[in-house]
């Protein structure tokens, strides 16, 4: 017998760190609609779980696997696929994305249906294959360093989002500045329509842009900058080969706003952009993950 149309597969494996779940999300991205992980390590360490509304090919998701954690230097995972009915895929989705509060935020997923705080600025947000639900350490600090910055008086007049996943830090800006003309880019187009998607649902259209970009290569980067505020939560790597360029971005007044950093990773990301002629002001880190804050020396 075939498959029932209204059957859904998840992809299910464990990892031993939660910093490898940035790893293997890349490699997810053409297979899942969304992924979870579990706070609580068992046994076999923290199962990740993707859902898929399409099966899955087995040998093309293990290459995958594969070949990415080689390059990562980290095991391979073992992963079993299972097939749910639609119902389960929704229900057990829905039960591992409840809202987040981070500062004075709220952070719910579309299906959230119960009442919004009136204390907090609520961002409604469909990650869809973007990173960046709130749920992430990374996020975390980029914003609260954002908070800090706004509490500490530092008024911006543009700003810009690089790698903005799922729109979270562009809209978050939006929230707290609504008067600052806003750029959005990521190099994925899935994450370019989910983020178009996220900042049209919050009403944030007005002061955000968003559009496809690897790093500063955009028109429309070379057109707005120098901008008074940079926020770039994607990984060590290429925070620190991009260094150069990003101190070009930066106003002669404005901050940089780093995350997606690993705690051990920091002083190589710190030295790279010290080279390029930033400063250090604020240093959080949030479990594992370090997020930074610059400015110009």
């Given at each position: 017998m075939g498959d029932d149309p209204s059957d859904s597969w998840q992809i299910v494996f464990h990892i031993a760190e939660k910093d490898h779940l940035s790893i293997f999300e890349a490699i997810l991205d053409p297979f899942v609609d969304g992924i979870s992980m579990d706070e609580d390590a068992g046994a076999e360490g923290r199962q990740v779980t993707g859902f898929c509304s399409i099966k899955p090919d087995p040998s093309e998701l293990e290459l995958r696997l594969l070949v990415g954690a080689l390059a990562a230097g980290v095991a391979a995972p073992n992963i079993k696929i299972k097939k749910v009915a639609r119902v389960d895929w929704v229900a057990q989705y829905q039960a591992r994305t409840p809202p987040v509060t981070i500062g004075n935020f709220f952070i719910y997923p579309d299906h959230f249906d119960g009442d919004l705080p009136t204390d907090k600025m609520p961002i409604a947000l469909d990650a869809g294959l973007a990173f960046g639900t709130g749920e992430h350490q990374t996020t975390e600090g980029c914003l609260r360093s954002l908070e800090g910055l706004v509490a500490g008086g530092f008024q911006v007049r543009n700003a810009i989002d690089v790698g903005c996943g799922s729109a979270i830090l562009a809209i978050g800006i939006c929230k707290l500045l609504p008067d600052t003309e806003i750029l959005a880019c990521d190099n994925d187009p899935s994450a370019?329509?989910?983020?178009?998607?996220?900042?049209?649902?919050?009403?944030?259209?007005?002061?955000?842009r968003v559009f496809e970009s690897d790093f500063y290569a955009a028109s429309e980067i070379a057109t707005a900058s120098p901008f008074d505020l940079v926020v770039a939560n994607i990984l060590a790597g290429p925070l620190i080969a991009a260094a150069p360029d990003t101190a070009k971005q930066v106003s002669s007044a404005g901050h940089l706003i780093l995350s997606g950093i690993l705690n051990e990773q920091a002083a190589g990301v710190i030295a790279a952009h010290k080279t390029a002629g930033l400063e250090v002001i604020d240093h959080l880190e949030i479990d594992e993950w370090t997020t930074l804050v610059l400015r110009m020396k």
């Open positions: 370019v329509e989910t983020a178009l998607e996220n900042v049209e649902k919050n009403k944030c259209s007005h002061a955000v």
